[in-house]
């Protein structure tokens, strides 16, 4: 007999001004210390749309307009469990990104895109590398 894996769901936001994007860095739980894009879980019932959305203005404090969200790639990402992540951008959001959750977040930093940090979350960091490949799927075992 087959058994289904249950699989979870991540979004990401990818953030660009100019020729920097906008990297979190985690605190007081999974990868402290690391940077990572503004991200989360979909909760049950939500699309990945009303997710960003939700996710975003928990963690960053702006307000994107839902049409304005554009789906730019997806990871297969196997760990101690299994993901499939929906990395997402805007060219166009209204407020200043801002640390809302401090239990959570350290420091929110604009990068230029040739000098990032080397403490980037691995599959992150593989996005990141692959979308200036123009690549828009992976898989990750990290």
Excluded at 43 to 61: K, N, P, Q, V
Excluded at 80 to 98: M, R
Excluded at 112 to 132: A, D, G, M, R, T
Aim: aromatic share 10%; net charge positive; glycine share 4%.
């Amino acid at each position: 007999m087959n058994t289904r894996t249950p699989i979870l769901s991540a979004v990401y936001l990818l953030l660009r001004k100019k020729n920097k994007i906008l990297l979190m860095k985690r605190a007081n739980g999974w990868m402290d210390g690391y940077y990572s894009l503004p991200a989360g879980h979909l909760d049950g019932g939500e699309t990945i749309i009303h997710a960003m959305l939700r996710e975003t203005y928990e963690e960053i404090g702006i307000n994107i307009n839902e049409n304005k969200l554009k789906v730019i790639y997806v990871m297969h990402r196997l760990t101690d469990k299994e993901y499939i992540d929906f990395f997402l951008t805007t060219e166009s959001w209204t407020g200043v990104p801002k640390i809302k959750e401090p239990n959570k977040c350290s420091e929110l930093k604009w990068f230029s895109l040739n000098s990032l940090p080397s403490n980037i979350v691995p599959h992150v960091k593989q996005f990141l590398k692959n979308i200036e490949e123009n690549k828009f799927f992976s898989e990750s075992n990290d």
